[in-house]
């Protein structure tokens, strides 16, 4: 099966070659924290606000500072929020300061005059030059007289990018790139990486330097360099290239052993009595693999998250064992 690289598939096997093999080959299940969660129901009330027939439902809870101000905006995020299991205080406290943190920057991309045209979570498919990329933008604004392109996407994260990931950062390669060949007129692209839980009228927004052609061509080559490599990953692949053989990254990004996280058992407790975090795949656990009628693979979850009525109709399901990541599993023994 051809692989359709994305930022975060590219690099997941440059971090770990056992949390991708595990991951993208295996398709073993993946924690979700509350973090991910709330980064969704924000990113679908951006969407949903970002659209020119929804101007006055904005207006209204900017206005007000509240989300809750427009009942479309509260139906929508109570509906995601109870689809996910974020509807605690804590939770619905954080979303609703994210949300009004982000719509308060430029939210419609009018610093620079309306744009010529704007787009949110706008899909892309590109293949060709011997690789094939996906994703999508969260925002995008096109202005066609100064051919500008502006770039956003909402980051939900604790941390802002430090080091590597601030200097030469895979997403805001995938992002002009994908641009480059869906608007090739728009020659000055910019991204923009907002972190909602940071003031994005101060440090909060991070503005990455223009991308030369030369560098993006160069990008090019390495996507048809590691398109080849995921296509043939194996076993072998998987055991080359532990997170844990890494050390710890001295730039200030999150990588290398940091990744493993420092948890010795599944469950052990930090000073403050919360469950210190590790590796999703960093130890054992017995997990549904479910398929459809025709043996093909569905989807799969934690046994403690499975419900028969995940099966599709005449498809099949197994409980299977996971033993944990072998580096870890060595270090046990």
Same mark, same amino acid.
């Given at each position: 099966m051809e692989v359709k690289l994305s930022a975060s598939r590219i690099k997941t096997a440059q971090s770990c070659s056992w949390i991708y093999w595990t991951k993208y080959k295996q398709k073993l299940p993946d924690t979700n924290n509350d973090g991910a969660r709330r980064g969704t129901v924000c990113h679908n009330v951006f969407e949903f606000l970002s659209k020119q027939k929804t101007k006055t439902q904005f207006n209204k809870v900017v206005k007000a500072k509240d989300p809750f101000a427009s009942k479309a905006v509260k139906d929508l995020i109570m509906s995601d929020a109870t689809e996910l299991g974020v509807t605690d205080e804590d939770n619905m406290t954080m979303i609703?300061?994210?949300?009004?943190? @982000? $719509?308060s920057c430029n939210f419609h991309g009018e610093d620079l005059g309306v744009p010529d045209e704007a787009h949110a979570e706008l899909d892309f498919e590109i293949e060709q030059n011997g690789y094939h990329i996906r994703g999508f933008i969260d925002q995008l604004f096109l202005y066609k007289d100064k051919k500008i392109a502006i770039i956003r996407d909402y980051k939900t994260?604790?941390? /802002?990018?430090?080091?590597?990931?601030?200097?030469?950062?895979? &997403?805001?390669?995938?992002?002009? $790139?994908? +641009?480059?060949?869906?608007?090739?007129?728009?020659?000055?692209?910019?991204?923009?990486?907002?972190?909602?839980?940071?003031?994005?009228?101060?440090?909060? $927004?991070?503005?990455?330097?223009?991308?030369?052609?030369?560098?993006?061509? *160069?990008?090019?080559?390495?996507?048809?360099?590691? &398109?080849?490599?995921?296509?043939?990953?194996?076993?072998?692949?998987? +055991?080359?290239?532990?997170?844990?053989?890494?050390?710890?990254?001295?730039?200030?990004?999150? @990588? *290398?052993?940091? &990744?493993?996280?420092?948890?010795?058992?599944?469950?052990?407790?930090?000073?403050?009595?919360? +469950? /210190?975090?590790?590796?999703?795949?960093?130890?054992?656990?017995?997990?549904?693999?479910?398929?459809?009628?025709?043996?093909?693979? +569905?989807?799969?979850?934690?046994?403690?998250?499975?419900?028969?009525? /995940?099966?599709?109709?005449? *498809?099949?399901?197994?409980?299977?064992?996971?033993?944990?990541?072998?580096?870890? $599993?060595?270090?046990?023994?």
């Open positions: 609703k300061e994210m949300i009004l943190n @982000g $719509l994260s604790k941390k /802002m990018f430090e080091g590597k990931e601030k200097e030469d950062n895979l &997403q805001d390669y995938m992002y002009c $790139l994908a +641009v480059k060949h869906l608007f090739p007129e728009y020659v000055n692209r910019t991204s923009e990486f907002l972190f909602l839980k940071f003031d994005l009228n101060k440090n909060g $927004l991070m503005k990455m330097e223009p991308i030369e052609e030369d560098d993006l061509e *160069g990008f090019e080559l390495q996507l048809a360099s590691v &398109q080849n490599y995921l296509e043939n990953f194996n076993e072998n692949d998987a +055991v080359a290239n532990f997170a844990a053989d890494k050390g710890f990254p001295s730039d200030g990004s999150f @990588g *290398g052993k940091l &990744q493993c996280g420092f948890a010795k058992e599944k469950g052990q407790l930090k000073k403050d009595g919360t +469950v /210190m975090w590790h590796c999703p795949y960093k130890f054992d656990f017995f997990y549904a693999e479910i398929k459809d009628k025709d043996g093909e693979f +569905v989807s799969s979850c934690f046994q403690e998250d499975f419900n028969i009525e /995940m099966v599709p109709e005449e *498809g099949s399901h197994e409980i299977k064992y996971y033993e944990g990541c072998p580096k870890h $599993l060595t270090n046990r023994n």
